[in-house]
Nanobody, 117 residues
Framework: QVQLVESGGGLVQPGGSLKLSCAAP?????SAWYRQAPGKERELVAQ???????TYHFSVRGRFSISRDNANNTLYLQMDNLTPEDTAVYHC??????????????WGQGTQVTVSS
């Protein structure tokens, strides 16, 4: 498994927006974003398959959007209308096939997102 570096995290006020990104060195088919808040289990936030179909955790549906730039092998997560409950470390996952974080070809080291006034 190769570690990637995400970018775009930071501190934002409630209602604000952030856009996370991470790039893989090769073309990938399956991509996802996970997050883990202090004292909570890691959860799947959003995923996209090779055909572009997406699914979202119920708590972010309508606020977050996962997208992928295939020309640059870059994955994005646009996060709008952020709430304090979105505070967590966010990780990207990129893989040739659908995979868990333990199985993925590429796993991000994590970027902190903090939503606070």
């Amino acid at each position: 498994q190769v570690q990637l570096v995400e970018s775009g995290g930071g501190l934002v006020q409630p209602g604000g927006s952030l856009k996370l990104s991470c790039a893989a060195p090769v073309s990938i088919a399956y991509s996802a974003w996970y997050r883990q808040a202090p004292g909570k289990e890691r959860e799947l936030v959003a995923q996209m398959n090779s055909g572009g179909a997406t699914t979202y955790h119920f708590s972010v549906r309508g606020r977050f959007s996962i997208s992928r730039d295939n020309a640059n092998n870059t994955l994005y997560l646009q996060m709008d209308n952020l709430t304090p409950e979105d505070t967590a470390v966010y990780h990207c996952l990129l893989s040739r096939l659908p995979a868990t974080p333990e199985q993925a070809d590429y796993w991000g080291q994590g970027t902190q997102v903090t939503v606070s006034s």
